[in-house]
């Protein structure tokens, strides 16, 4: 059956379309990098944070940079794919909102700032702090925040709408730590196999669970349980993937290092940082984002990690809370920062965003630690 001539759809009809947006929101973050519009509910797409090289020819990741030269270029070509190749906008006078994480370094910001405005020419930039603008997503304006990406796991307590920052804690358990593990793992089982991080990564999010808190205490006595069954990973070569591979692969998310820290530690000695009027309201307001959050098992076995905690000595007498609470997020963990951020944006755009020309002008961006910045002189100069 032929089709009707006026029936033909094009495929520029949507790139058009997306052109008529204007508020561009970006959530770059160590692994994967989320991009979308304001006002939506989802973000368009998500891409790896990293760019092939024009001059290498390799695919280099964009915060693995070796100086400030170095992170302009990646910045460069990486923001060009998303803009031309995924985005499908001119990046020229667009405004744009930015999630950055607590611990980006300040050469970071400055030199995307940098690239965006000189380079790509865009008309204003608002930078938002991920854990605060996510709490958005709640309707509710306290939250314990903890997110668990790629390099880092990092805990923002906010009460009331302000991030409480003297109880923040960080530890580098998340993925990166987990993909190492099981990397040398495979590669002493299969040395004839490329086994690189994306195969890795694939092999994790389809076989691996976090185990229960009762399995995991007998893991290592002289009389393990009997472990989950193996699974055939199918590829150029099939690669078995042992049960104990399969339970064991998070458990050092919840082992305590030398400081006898953990990702549920964290979560206690933040509540104890903060004020004991707050403490409460904060353990039954857990929100948990980042993609490392979505694995079964995680919140479960979090739950009874800190009711454990709770009975030990280390935190009887300083705690007298009975039962911990964890949000359901409206969307996917991994983007629920990014959907903090769009809506963020559409709300409170006017008032914190930074022109073009007051940028092109004094040729740097407002930092929150510097003094400078909380001067009436310099912040008049940010506003619309």
């Given at each position: 059956?032929?089709?009707?001539?006026?029936?033909?759809?094009?495929?520029?009809?949507?790139?058009?379309?997306?052109?008529?947006?204007?508020?561009?929101?970006?959530?770059?973050?160590?692994?994967?990098?989320?991009?979308?519009?304001?006002?939506?509910?989802?973000?368009?797409?998500?891409?790896?944070?990293?760019?092939?090289?024009?001059?290498?020819?390799?695919?280099?990741?964009?915060?693995?940079?070796?100086?400030?030269?170095?992170?302009?270029?990646?910045?460069?070509?990486?923001?060009?794919?998303?803009?031309?190749?995924?985005?499908?906008?001119?990046?020229?006078?667009?405004?744009?909102?930015?999630?950055?994480?607590?611990?980006?370094?300040?050469?970071?910001?400055?030199?995307?700032?940098?690239?965006?405005?000189?380079?790509?020419?865009?008309?204003?930039?608002?930078?938002?702090?991920?854990?605060?603008?996510?709490?958005?997503?709640?309707?509710?304006?306290?939250?314990?925040?903890?997110?668990?990406?790629?390099?880092?796991?990092?805990?923002?307590?906010?009460?009331?709408?302000?991030?409480?920052?003297?109880?923040?804690?960080?530890?580098?358990?998340?993925?990166?730590?987990?993909?190492?593990?099981?990397?040398?793992?495979?590669?002493?089982?299969?040395?004839?196999?490329?086994?690189?991080?994306?195969?890795?990564?694939?092999?994790?999010?389809?076989?691996?669970?976090?185990?229960?808190?009762?399995?995991?205490?007998?893991?290592?006595?002289?009389?393990?349980?009997?472990?989950?069954?193996?699974?055939?990973?199918?590829?150029?070569?099939?690669?078995?993937?042992?049960?104990?591979?399969?339970?064991?692969?998070?458990?050092?998310?919840?082992?305590?290092?030398?400081?006898?820290?953990?990702?549920?530690?964290?979560?206690?000695?933040?509540?104890?940082?903060?004020?004991?009027?707050?403490?409460?309201?904060?353990?039954e307001n857990i929100l948990l984002i980042g993609g490392?959050?979505?694995?079964?098992?995680?919140?479960?076995?979090?739950?009874?990690?800190?009711?454990?905690?709770?009975?030990?000595?280390?935190?009887?007498?300083?705690?007298?809370?009975?039962?911990?609470?964890?949000?359901?997020?409206?969307?996917?963990?991994?983007?629920?920062?990014?959907?903090?951020?769009?809506?963020?944006?559409?709300?409170?755009?006017?008032?914190?965003?930074?022109?073009?020309?007051?940028?092109?002008?004094?040729?740097?961006?407002?930092?929150?630690?510097?003094?400078?910045?909380?001067?009436?002189?310099?912040?008049?100069?940010?506003?619309?």
């Open positions: 059956m032929s089709k009707t001539p006026g029936k033909v759809s094009r495929p520029y009809e949507g790139i058009r379309y997306s052109a008529d947006k204007q508020i561009v929101v970006l959530d770059i973050g160590a692994a994967y990098t989320k991009f979308g519009y304001a006002g939506e509910a989802t973000p368009r797409g998500i891409i790896r944070t990293e760019i092939k090289c024009p001059t290498s020819k390799l695919v280099r990741k964009i915060y693995r940079y070796n100086d400030v030269d170095d992170l302009y270029q990646l910045l460069v070509e990486f923001l060009h794919a998303l803009f031309f190749r995924h985005v499908v906008i001119t990046p020229k006078d667009v405004r744009m909102v930015i999630l950055e994480s607590l611990l980006t370094p300040t050469k970071f910001r400055e030199t995307l700032a940098k690239v965006l405005f000189r380079h790509f020419e865009i008309g204003s930039l608002m930078l938002l702090p991920s854990h605060l603008v996510t709490i958005s997503t709640l309707g509710y304006d306290t939250a314990l925040v903890l997110d668990v990406g790629y390099q880092d796991a990092t805990l923002i307590p906010i009460y009331r709408g302000v991030a409480i920052l003297k109880a923040w804690q960080s530890l580098p358990l998340a993925a990166e730590a987990i993909h190492e593990s099981l990397m040398k793992k495979f590669q002493t089982d299969y040395p004839t196999i490329d086994i690189n991080e994306k195969l890795i990564e694939d092999i994790k999010v389809r076989t691996c669970f976090v185990t229960s808190l009762e399995r995991s205490k007998k893991l290592s006595t002289n009389e393990p349980p009997i472990p989950p069954p193996s699974v055939k990973y199918p590829g150029v070569k099939t690669i078995n993937i042992p049960g104990e591979y399969r339970e064991e692969s998070f458990e050092l998310l919840w082992q305590r290092d030398n400081d006898n820290l953990s990702i549920p530690t964290m979560i206690l000695d933040a509540i104890i940082k903060c004020p004991i009027d707050t403490r409460q309201q904060l353990a490392t959050t979505m694995t079964k098992g995680f919140k479960s076995r979090l739950n009874n990690e800190l009711i454990e905690l709770l009975k030990s000595s280390l935190y009887n007498d300083k705690l007298k809370i009975k039962k911990f609470k964890f949000h359901n997020t409206p969307c996917k963990a991994n983007y629920t920062a990014w959907l903090g951020g769009a809506i963020f944006g559409v709300a409170d755009l006017p008032s914190r965003c930074i022109l073009k020309e007051n940028y092109l002008k004094i040729n740097r961006i407002p930092d929150w630690a510097n003094l400078l910045d909380n001067q009436k002189e310099i912040g008049s100069n940010y506003s619309i």
